[in-house]
């Protein structure tokens, strides 16, 4: 026969099971097809900018390259924000690297202009952009090229910001 205490004691238990604290981990986005498209290790930068989002900073927010370095490469973490990027989760406010600076993000809404089931080609020529940017960083140019190599990407990079819904 069980006592009455241990009785109260389990029901306590039962109800204190889960709750959560504010700002709850929400992700805007989740289950749209431009977040299909993301890699699992932007998915993470994503959940890392929304993690440091307190509600009043959403045009103020920071991922420095050194908070990440023990989780993914310089290579992969630049990748991500890319995707990001390009697939309209987040936005720069302001390009860091000079004088230590890091760059300033502010999350974005912009993913809401492909939730229609007509927004395929659009999100493949976004994704298509994105590996073109990524092979032409891996090829080997030689020494005289280079110049004309970055110009290359960088066109490419501004290509990702002129797509339009």
């Known amino acids: ?29 989740i289950g749209t097809p431009p977040f299909e498209r993301l890699s699992p290790t932007a998915v993470w930068a994503l959940n890392k900018f929304y993690s440091k989002f307190n509600g009043y900073n959403r045009n103020n927010l920071s991922l420095p390259y050194r908070e990440v370095k023990k989780i993914m490469s310089p290579f992969i973490f630049n990748r991500s924000l890319w995707e990001l990027l390009g697939f309209g989760f987040i936005d720069v406010q302001r390009f860091g690297r000079l004088e230590r600076n890091c760059s300033i993000f502010s999350l974005s809404d ?12 659009q999100l493949d020529r976004i994704a298509a952009t994105l590996q073109e940017i990524e092979k032409l960083k891996r090829e080997k140019w030689s020494e005289g090229k280079k110049a004309e190599k970055r110009q290359l990407v960088i066109g490419l990079q501004k290509t990702v910001f002129d797509v339009k819904a």
Do not use: L, V
């Open 1 to 29: 026969m069980k006592k009455h205490g241990q009785d109260e004691r389990k029901q306590k238990q039962r109800h204190a099971a889960y709750r959560p604290k504010p700002p709850f981990g929400i992700i805007e986005g």
């Open 110 to 121: 912009r993913w809401r202009r492909w939730q229609t089931p007509d927004s395929g080609p």
